[in-house]
């Protein structure tokens, strides 16, 4: 904590005679060892503390530039040691500036009332008409967004969810906003309302009102020419660039605007890339990618997602206006100059080409093409689970993970086969056998959900997705079985049996989680679970660590709560808490083994079983008939 004093009347004099001014020079103060030499042309108005200026900046090109005050207006504002500040147009007012920030050719920076600074800013994501607004917040993840888009059927959730983010961005609200250590600021304009994290580079900003700026040492914020940001949150590790322009949008983490890019009331997480094109009213997922300018997403639910040049969608509902939305699922593509018309609902890892107008939804039917002739769409299912570019996506997501700040806000699921594609391929198989079953199996096309499926396709997939679904099955076997000595089969039964029922229905993508659903259902429906967190905030203000902290509250049961609290005596908390999230996921993924392990023979016994009824139900009867002769 830095001690500050007043000016004497000798630093008075010598401000003086270097040309500036102040309206109260009682109203100034100054650190211990504060000198005049490098402050000229600047004034002084209401409540300002300075620190010393005794070390120089090397800029782009070899140029040096010492710390200081040159021609500058400040109004209650408190500038950290080593700082430049010069050239600034019109004033700086209300800002407590860290160390060693370079702000330099700026029109004006301030914080006007009491600001939230993009803190509680409703996003109006998929309906554009409203319905489905999420409050935006400096911790925003993609699965707190899904819960509060996707589950208004859950009013009790939604409302408590919004009365946490409003009271945090109350806490957060303040008459001062922050510039913080390291921070570059040159040649930009409007500047109102805005926080400013450490490390964060703002050169050629057009205009940035009410927002926050994320950013720090590990990963900061990179904020380009020309940009223009309106009610806005960007987290740390993103790069907003040339031009772009955002209003009521969130900036996850290591995300990539640029070349001009517009988007409103849109939210994008981890890793996205957007450059060129629009986008309105849509939630891009972990890995949302487009690159061309005649691209626009709309009303849209997407992750893993590459858009091609000139995709498009339509919300519009005929003298309605924009009230429709839809989905394409985790690692659905669209290829060059596609449309959909909302609302529809393309499967996982599908590929969409030509222009649907159809409605379609191929959710249980994944690893599709849809493919669109003389204003039909026809659905090839499966055959994406073939492409060597659906295998080499899988393996190059990792890789581009591009997040260096340690606290992450969104938990992704890179797995190409998992609980949630083997249960839509096992949903789907069956829903092309009962297609097969229905219309015969001479019939050359089968309708479904609007599509068409040809007859080779139909049986294409079901062979497709058999193959995917035993691949998985043998490989949770293997990791089921593996590392561990058996000297019996009746040990190995026994070790295939399920310790747990956690798994055994439902899994749903929760915007890069993927997850039971029974337990997501459990954890929104755990009203003490809200208490508990509340429990160890109060312990945390009451002075005690984070991990005795959450120990304390009873987040973690058992073995988990005794590791944790040792953890926090050892110092080794964020290396403990990784390892019970892996613990979490191996438990789950055992789980899930142990229940496909006991499914399929059991399956295979009821479909011999229904087979064998069929056949009697032919053969008895031709018998009877072969008897009457």
């Given at each position: 904590?830095?001690?500050?004093?007043?000016?004497?009347?000798?630093?008075?004099?010598?401000?003086?005679?270097?040309s500036?001014?102040?309206?109260?020079?009682?109203?100034?103060?100054?650190?211990?060892?504060?000198?005049?030499?490098?402050?000229?042309?600047?004034?002084?108005?209401?409540k300002?503390?300075?620190?010393?200026?005794?070390?120089?900046?090397?800029?782009?090109?070899?140029?040096?530039?010492?710390?200081?005050?040159y021609?500058?207006?400040?109004?209650?504002?408190?500038?950290?040691?080593?700082?430049?500040?010069?050239?600034?147009?019109?004033y700086i007012?209300?800002?407590?500036?860290?160390?060693?920030?370079?702000?330099?050719?700026?029109d004006?920076?301030?914080?006007?009332?009491?600001?939230?600074?993009?803190?509680?800013?409703?996003?109006?994501?998929?309906?554009?008409?409203?319905?489905?607004?999420?409050?935006?917040h400096?911790?925003?993840?993609?699965?707190?967004?899904?819960?509060?888009?996707?589950?208004?059927?859950?009013?009790?959730?939604?409302c408590?969810?919004?009365?946490?983010?409003?009271?945090?961005?109350?806490?957060?609200?303040?008459?001062?906003?922050?510039?913080g250590?390291?921070?570059?600021?040159?040649?930009?304009g409007?500047?109102?309302?805005?926080r400013?994290?450490?490390?964060?580079?703002?050169?050629?900003?057009?205009?940035?009102?009410?927002?926050?700026?994320?950013?720090?040492?590990?990963?900061?914020?990179?904020?380009?020419?020309?940009?223009?940001?309106?009610?806005?949150?960007?987290?740390?590790?993103?790069?907003?660039?040339d031009?772009?322009?955002?209003?009521?949008?969130?900036?996850?983490?290591?995300c990539?605007?640029?070349?001009?890019?517009?988007?409103?009331?849109?939210?994008?997480?981890?890793n996205?890339?957007?450059?060129?094109?629009?986008?309105?009213?849509?939630?891009?997922g972990?890995?949302?990618?487009?690159?061309?300018?005649?691209?626009?997403?709309?009303?849209?639910?997407?992750?893993?997602?590459?858009?091609?040049?000139?995709?498009?969608?339509?919300?519009?509902?005929?003298?309605?206006?924009p009230?429709?939305?839809?989905?394409?699922?985790?690692?659905?593509?669209?290829?060059?100059?596609?449309?959909?018309?909302?609302?529809?609902?393309?499967?996982?890892f599908?590929?969409?080409?030509?222009?649907?107008?159809?409605h379609?939804?191929?959710?249980?039917?994944?690893?599709?093409y849809?493919?669109?002739q003389?204003?039909?769409?026809?659905?090839?299912?499966?055959?994406?689970?073939?492409s060597v570019?659906t295998?080499?996506?899988?393996?190059?997501?990792?890789?581009?993970?591009?997040r260096?700040?340690?606290?992450?806000?969104?938990q992704?699921?890179?797995n190409?086969l998992?609980?949630?594609?083997?249960?839509?391929?096992?949903?789907?198989?069956s829903?092309?056998?009962?297609?097969?079953?229905?219309?015969?199996?001479?019939?050359e096309?089968?309708?479904?959900?609007?599509?068409?499926?040809?007859?080779?396709?139909?049986?294409?997939?079901?062979?497709?997705?058999?193959?995917?679904?035993?691949?998985?099955?043998?490989?949770?076997?293997?990791?089921?079985?593996?590392?561990?000595?058996?000297?019996?089969?009746?040990?190995?039964?026994?070790?295939?049996?399920?310790?747990?029922e956690i798994?055994?229905?439902?899994?749903?993508?929760i915007?890069?989680?993927?997850?039971?659903?029974?337990?997501?259902?459990?954890l929104?429906a755990?009203?003490?679970?809200?208490?508990?967190?509340?429990?160890?905030?109060?312990?945390?203000?009451?002075?005690?660590?984070?991990a005795?902290?959450?120990?304390?509250?009873?987040?973690?049961?058992?073995?988990?709560e005794?590791?944790?609290?040792?953890?926090?005596?050892?110092?080794?908390?964020?290396?403990?808490?990784?390892?019970?999230?892996?613990?979490?996921?191996?438990?789950?993924?055992?789980?899930?083994?142990?229940?496909?392990?006991?499914?399929?023979?059991?399956?295979?016994?009821?479909?011999?079983?229904?087979v064998?009824?069929?056949?009697?139900?032919?053969?008895?009867p031709?018998?009877?008939?072969?008897?009457?002769?």
């Amino acid at each position: 904590m830095k001690t500050y004093r007043s000016l004497t009347q000798e630093e008075i004099q010598q401000l003086k005679e270097r040309s500036c001014t102040a309206v109260d020079w009682d109203e100034i103060e100054v650190v211990e060892n504060f000198k005049t030499d490098y402050i000229y042309h600047t004034r002084f108005s209401g409540k300002v503390r300075l620190g010393v200026f005794e070390d120089e900046f090397t800029l782009a090109g070899g140029m040096r530039k010492h710390s200081g005050l040159y021609h500058a207006t400040l109004h209650n504002v408190t500038v950290g040691d080593n700082c430049c500040i010069e050239n600034i147009k019109n004033y700086i007012a209300n800002y407590i500036i860290g160390d060693y920030a370079f702000i330099e050719n700026v029109d004006i920076i301030l914080v006007d009332g009491r600001s939230k600074f993009g803190n509680g800013v409703e996003v109006a994501v998929l309906n554009e008409t409203g319905g489905r607004e999420v409050p935006i917040h400096d911790r925003l993840s993609a699965h707190q967004a899904y819960i509060l888009a996707l589950y208004r059927h859950r009013p009790e959730l939604i409302c408590r969810m919004k009365a946490i983010i409003d009271r945090y961005a109350e806490e957060n609200a303040s008459d001062t906003g922050t510039i913080g250590h390291h921070v570059t600021i040159v040649d930009a304009g409007y500047i109102k309302n805005v926080r400013i994290g450490d490390y964060c580079k703002i050169e050629g900003a057009g205009r940035l009102k009410n927002g926050s700026l994320n950013s720090n040492e590990q990963a900061p914020i990179h904020i380009g020419y020309g940009v223009v940001c309106d009610d806005f949150i960007i987290s740390s590790g993103s790069n907003v660039e040339d031009g772009t322009m955002l209003t009521r949008c969130f900036i996850s983490q290591a995300c990539h605007l640029g070349h001009n890019y517009s988007a409103s009331d849109s939210l994008f997480f981890s890793n996205c890339q957007e450059e060129n094109g629009e986008a309105c009213a849509i939630f891009a997922g972990p890995f949302t990618v487009t690159h061309h300018k005649s691209t626009l997403l709309i009303a849209g639910m997407f992750s893993f997602m590459n858009a091609g040049s000139g995709s498009n969608q339509s919300n519009h509902m005929y003298k309605l206006g924009p009230i429709h939305q839809g989905a394409m699922e985790r690692g659905a593509k669209t290829t060059s100059d596609s449309y959909i018309l909302w609302p529809a609902r393309v499967g996982a890892f599908s590929l969409v080409m030509g222009r649907h107008v159809n409605h379609a939804d191929t959710s249980n039917l994944p690893f599709s093409y849809l493919i669109e002739q003389q204003n039909t769409t026809y659905l090839v299912p499966g055959v994406n689970l073939r492409s060597v570019g659906t295998i080499r996506d899988a393996q190059k997501w990792p890789k581009r993970d591009k997040r260096k700040d340690p606290n992450r806000l969104d938990q992704i699921n890179y797995n190409l086969l998992s609980p949630y594609t083997i249960q839509k391929m096992m949903k789907g198989r069956s829903i092309l056998k009962e297609l097969r079953k229905v219309s015969g199996e001479t019939s050359e096309t089968y309708s479904y959900q609007s599509a068409k499926i040809k007859n080779s396709s139909l049986n294409n997939g079901i062979r497709f997705y058999e193959t995917a679904i035993h691949k998985f099955l043998g490989n949770s076997l293997i990791k089921r079985l593996e590392e561990v000595r058996f000297s019996s089969d009746e040990e190995i039964r026994a070790r295939l049996i399920p310790d747990t029922e956690i798994g055994t229905g439902e899994w749903v993508d929760i915007s890069g989680l993927i997850a039971p659903k029974s337990e997501i259902e459990k954890l929104i429906a755990d009203k003490n679970f809200s208490k508990k967190i509340k429990k160890c905030s109060q312990k945390m203000e009451e002075g005690e660590d984070f991990a005795a902290a959450v120990g304390g509250a009873g987040i973690f049961e058992g073995l988990y709560e005794r590791m944790l609290v040792i953890s926090g005596k050892t110092g080794e908390t964020d290396e403990t808490l990784e390892t019970i999230a892996r613990q979490y996921e191996r438990e789950i993924d055992q789980r899930m083994s142990s229940y496909i392990a006991i499914l399929e023979p059991t399956l295979v016994i009821i479909l011999s079983v229904i087979v064998g009824m069929i056949l009697l139900s032919v053969i008895l009867p031709l018998m009877g008939i072969m008897a009457g002769l």
